[in-house]
C-alpha cells in the first residue's frame, strides 16, 4: 500500500493527454505512483470522508478501489476525511478537467512545468476573483454558493468551492486565513450576528475536512455591519449575505492568471 509521502513529487502538475491519443505503456512518474486496478473484490466505502469523495471516486467500482488501495492509510477499511482529501487531490492531477470522462483503463499522464509559488492550483486560484485589502488577498463567497436560505448548513456542492484553495494552503502552510461571515439587515441583530458566526464557522470546518488544520484560522461573524451594498433592494441584500474569505499578508495580484 502505498504511503501519503509518496503522494506527490513537489509541485509537479499532471495533466491528462487527449482522448484520441494512442494507448502507451504507463509513464514513470506520478501516474505510476498509484494502483488504478479495480482488484479482485468490489470496494464498498465507509466513514466520514465518503461524502467528500468526488461522485467519480465515490460511485464507481474503479473508484472505489482506487481509494481504497491508495489512500486507506490506517488500514481500517473506512474512508476519513483526510484520506478523501487525498485521494480527490491525486485523482484530479491526472484526470484535470476530464475527471467525468477519465477512462480507467488506460489511465496516461505527462508532468508538464511547475508554476512557481501555484503549485497545481494557479489556475483555480485565479478563478476566486482576489482583490488585495490592507489584511491580504480577500475573495468572496456569497450565499446563495454556500448556503441554505437563512442556515449555515453547507449546501451539496459547496465544499467543491473550496478544494482548490484547501489545497493551496495545504502546499503552503505557513498562509494563515481569516473566515468572515456577514449578513443583510433582515432580522434581528442577535439573530444575524449568530447566523453571521455560524456560516464562517461551518466555512472553517469544511477546510478541516478538507484537510487543512484548524488552528490556522481566525472566524468571525460580522452580523449586518459592513454591507457591501444597500439593503434596500433585493439584489443588494443579495450581495450582503456573503462570507469573505482572506489569505492574511498575501498580495492579490500573485493569483492572477
Keep these: 500500500m502505498k504511503t501519503i509521502n509518496r503522494m506527490m513529487l513537489g509541485a509537479a502538475t499532471l495533466t491528462m493527454l487527449a482522448a484520441s491519443a494512442p494507448a502507451m505503456a504507463q509513464p514513470r512518474g506520478e501516474l505510476g505512483r498509484w494502483d488504478w486496478s479495480a482488484g479482485d473484490r468490489p470496494y464498498r466505502l465507509a466513514g466520514r470522508g465518503v461524502p467528500i469523495l468526488y461522485p467519480e471516486l465515490r460511485t464507481t467500482m474503479r473508484g472505489r478501489a482506487f481509494v481504497m488501495r491508495n489512500f486507506d492509510f490506517n488500514h481500517d477499511g473506512r474512508v476519513a476525511p483526510r484520506e478523501a ?96 461571515g456577514y449578513t443583510d439587515s433582515r432580522g434581528t441583530d442577535a439573530h444575524n450576528q449568530t447566523l453571521s458566526e455560524r456560516r464562517a464557522e461551518s466555512v472553517r470546518d469544511a477546510f478541516d475536512d478538507l484537510g487543512v488544520t484548524e488552528a490556522r484560522f481566525r472566524v468571525r461573524g460580522h452580523g449586518e455591519s459592513d454591507p457591501v451594498a444597500s439593503n434596500a433592494t433585493d439584489g443588494g441584500m443579495r450581495q450582503n449575505r456573503r462570507v469573505e474569505v482572506t489569505l492574511l499578508g498575501q498580495r492579490a495580484d500573485s493569483f492572477a492568471r
Design 85 to 180: 482529501a487525498a485521494a480527490n487531490r491525486a485523482f484530479a492531477d491526472v484526470a484535470g478537467d476530464r475527471r467525468d470522462r477519465f477512462d480507467w483503463d488506460h489511465p496516461q499522464a505527462v508532468i508538464v512545468t511547475p508554476v512557481a509559488g501555484g503549485g497545481f492550483y494557479r489556475g483555480a486560484m485565479a478563478d476566486y476573483h482576489f482583490r488585495q485589502t490592507a489584511e491580504g488577498a480577500r475573495m468572496t463567497l456569497q450565499e446563495d454558493v454556500l448556503f441554505r436560505t437563512d442556515s449555515a448548513e453547507l449546501r451539496p456542492g459547496a465544499v467543491d468551492k473550496l478544494r482548490a484553495l484547501a489545497g493551496y494552503l495545504k502546499d503552503n502552510e505557513g498562509v494563515r486565513v481569516s473566515i468572515d
